[in-house]
């Protein structure tokens, strides 16, 4: 299929600029939520890619993105953050001129910089989602700079809601926080889910059971978590019997520094992103 030509854009058109996974999934919640795919513009230099796009969900794709943004009210950065200033130069004329929404999905940029690289002036909404948003299962953090309205927060808030929870950052300094709290936080998990696999074999099991007890053991969890509304420490206190084979795991994890491991990965996690952000400044 071949992909669409520039036409004129409308202030509620959306733009994104990149088509890999995390703006696919974006824009696949966005016309599942009933979204007019026609008003949806995405830019990607692979021509697969584009064709791909409009085939599974009739949007218009472009190679260039100064084409995709013409006439779009929002726009959504979904590049790498390596080229985000390279891009971002590339379509500063059209943003002085378009006065769009710029939404940013790109780790350790900070909306200062993506306003300068813009031009100045616009209002500015940075955002960390993570994996799971593919599956419309993911976590966002979301920080708008000052010039972003009631409304603009609306429709930013409305984009990440079509991934999954929103969570609004007042401070933005504590957006390199939600990276290695839930940006990176999927990670952990699987890390987790390995460990239990590995440890599973290690006692005897077979490697198909280790991994069938481990994963659904963490689903349930997870939604045990989500749905119940409990604290965690609460739900943790439920499943421990007194003196009882959970006791023992957990009286191994505290006694092994768990807590204190955790909390160093996260800070690291969190160091490094605002290390990224002063590297691509």
């Known amino acids: 299929m071949s992909t669409a030509t520039a036409s004129p854009g409308s202030s509620s058109s959306i733009a994104f600029i990149g088509g890999g996974n995390m703006a696919r999934s974006l ?5 599942a939520a009933g979204v007019d795919p026609a008003g949806v513009r995405i830019a990607d230099p692979n021509a697969q890619a584009r064709e791909a796009l409009v085939a599974d969900f009739g949007v218009q794709a472009f190679a260039d993105a100064a084409e995709a943004v013409a006439g779009a009210g929002t726009w959504v950065f ?20 378009g006065r769009p929404l710029v939404v940013s999905i790109a780790a350790g940029i900070t909306s200062a910089q993506l306003d300068r690289w813009l031009g100045g002036g616009l209002p500015v909404v940075r955002t960390m989602p993570n994996t799971p948003a593919l599956l419309g299962a993911g976590v966002t953090g979301l920080y708008a700079n000052a010039r972003v309205d009631d409304a603009g927060r609306e429709r930013a808030d409305r984009l990440l809601a079509s991934a999954g929870a929103t969570v609004w950052i007042d401070d933005e300094a504590l957006m390199d926080a939600v990276t290695g709290t839930s940006g990176s936080g999927p990670a952990y998990v699987f890390l987790l889910a390995e460990a239990m696999e590995a440890a599973a074999v290690a006692e005897g099991l077979a490697p198909d059971a280790a991994r069938t007890l481990a994963q659904q053991t963490l689903l349930g969890a997870a939604r045990m978590l989500t749905e119940s509304g409990e604290p965690p420490a609460e739900l943790r206190r439920r499943v421990t019997s007194p003196n009882g084979t959970t006791q023992a795991a957990i009286e191994t994890f505290e006694a092994g520094g768990f807590r204190e491991l955790v909390a160093r990965a996260v800070h690291a996690a969190t160091r490094r992103g605002g290390e990224l952000s002063a590297a691509n400044d």
Do not use: T, Y
């Open 27 to 31: 824009v696949g919640g966005l016309v």
């Open 78 to 97: 979904a590049v790498k953050p390596q080229v985000m200033r390279e891009v971002c130069a590339g379509l500063a004329g059209a943003a002085q001129a």
